[in-house]
């Protein structure tokens, strides 16, 4: 079998955030034949249609690097009830020229999360609009919502909450049915 290589997109750019705890929860949750690992955006420049006659040189490494991957899984925070601008700003600069779109066919997942009880269910669902303009395959059950984040991690940023790693382990078993299903028919 082989192992599908899956990137993580994190929406929040701060240094000890939910997000990146999140991401690194699921990189040591994930099956064996699935390999995540993050996929940094905070340094790609505002998607701006008129530098594709010269493309900065981190739009293409991004563009570059996302096509090795497989599969997609993006951590996202909530703010305004959207996605957080960094992921939007990633979605249109991968997706880009028109007709090279790096995203296309990729199997995806959602998590989003807050410090309240509404658990992102905004941010998610806007995020699950803009990837299907894209073609990114999401996992449509389960859903993940992880709400009051502030009681499920210890002090160095490690998941401590056993129910949680019991539903993101289902959650990645889950996605890697999927990513197997999609990876074989595309």
């Known amino acids: 079998m082989k192992t599908k290589k899956i990137a993580i ?5 701060r ?3 939910y997000g990146k705890k999140f991401a690194n929860a699921l990189i040591e949750l994930a099956p064996e034949s699935l390999k995540p690992e993050t996929l940094d955006i905070s340094e790609l420049p505002y998607y701006n249609e008129d530098l594709e006659n010269n493309v900065p040189a981190q739009w293409k490494k ?4 996302l096509k090795t991957y497989d599969g997609v899984i993006f951590v996202t925070c909530e703010y305004n009830r959207s996605i957080p601008a960094v992921i939007k700003n990633a979605i249109d600069v991968g997706s880009r020229p028109y007709g090279q779109n790096a995203w296309n066919g990729k199997p995806g997942a959602i998590l989003s999360y807050s410090l309240g009880p509404i658990a992102g269910f905004g941010a998610n669902h806007h995020l699950r609009q803009v990837l299907s ?4 395959l999401v996992l449509a059950q389960p859903e993940v919502y992880i709400g009051n984040v502030m009681q499920l991690f210890d002090e160095s940023g490690k998941l401590i909450n056993d129910s949680t790693k019991d539903f993101l382990l289902t959650v990645m078993n889950e996605y890697d049915k999927l990513a197997t299903k999609l990876i074989h028919t595309i």
Not at 9 to 13: K, R
Request: charged share 25%; aromatic share 6%.
């Open 62 to 65: 991004f563009r570059d690097t």
């Open 133 to 136: 303009c894209v073609n990114v």
């Open 15 to 17: 240094k000890d955030s």
């Open 9 to 13: 997109i994190t929406g929040s750019l």
